[in-house]
């Protein structure tokens, strides 16, 4: 039997207050399969961006334990996640996050050479994301030289660029318009038909539906965890399809 990409078991994230205990994370159960794509929902701090982040490395859990592609995670220290990080997991954020001193195409290129991809093999994989998301002719500008909604096309092709196990997106499209939303959120259902492993945070129910399924949170636990039926869904369905989005 595959071992599931993602397998959190008691998983719990306290913060300290001063003296008082803040709990963001109380005890999560959480098991994602090779090619699920998961949405998280829930009312602001009720604990989905802490969970992503424990999930990824970025936050360091509590208790209970973590594990990625069958390997034991939440014992690795930094540099070891670090490591477990660029070869295994992507990372999308509400907030782009792009190397500001860096062009369009290093940004993408750079997780898919330090993977270990050669580099004609990052600059074809570069080429790709890029033409999916309507970016090819910004290969050679700045960050600061782009709109929000082409910043967050570039941060999701980097976090595509290294082929990894597990994506994790915070909130990919809450700073974009209707139209944004729609490029990033097509190369989602695209990446995810390809087999890709998707793990999405959102306030939207509307983008929620794009995903197989949906995670409710609320005060740190899942208060439900159900599959989004196929009757709810077109066959081959794109994204203009899924979620209608209204500027």
Not at 139 to 166: F, H, I, M, T, Y
Request: glycine letters at 10%; a neutral charge; proline letters at 4%.
């Amino acid at each position: 039997m595959t071992s599931p990409v993602v397998d959190t078991v008691n998983l719990v994230k306290i913060y300290q207050n001063g003296a008082v205990p803040v709990p963001a994370v109380r005890g999560v159960d959480l098991r994602v399969a090779a090619g699920e794509f998961v949405a998280i929902m829930g009312p602001s701090g009720s604990g989905k961006s802490t969970l992503v982040h424990m999930l990824g490395g970025l936050e360091a859990r509590t208790s209970g334990e973590i594990w990625l592609d069958g390997q034991r995670a939440d014992t690795l220290n930094e540099s070891a996640w670090a490591l477990l990080r660029r070869k295994k997991v992507g990372f999308v954020f509400q907030f782009f996050n792009l190397v500001a001193n860096m062009t369009v195409a290093d940004n993408v290129e750079l997780p898919a050479l330090l993977a270990g991809a050669s580099a004609r093999e990052a600059r074809q994989r570069r080429q790709y994301l890029l033409g999916e998301l309507g970016l090819t002719d910004r290969a050679d500008a700045a960050p600061s030289q782009l709109a929000g909604g082409e910043q967050q096309r570039v941060a999701l092709a980097r976090a595509l660029a290294n082929k990894p196990s597990l994506l994790l997106a915070d909130e990919p499209t809450g700073n974009l318009d209707s139209r944004n939303t729609r490029d990033v959120l097509r190369l989602l259902g695209e990446v995810h038909r390809d087999g890709q492993t998707v793990i999405l945070v959102t306030h939207d129910a509307r983008v929620a539906g794009l995903a197989d399924r949906v995670v409710a949170l609320f005060d740190g636990e899942i208060v439900d965890d159900g599959t989004i039926g196929m009757a709810r869904r077109r066959p081959k369905a794109t994204v203009g399809d899924v979620v209608e989005l209204r500027g």
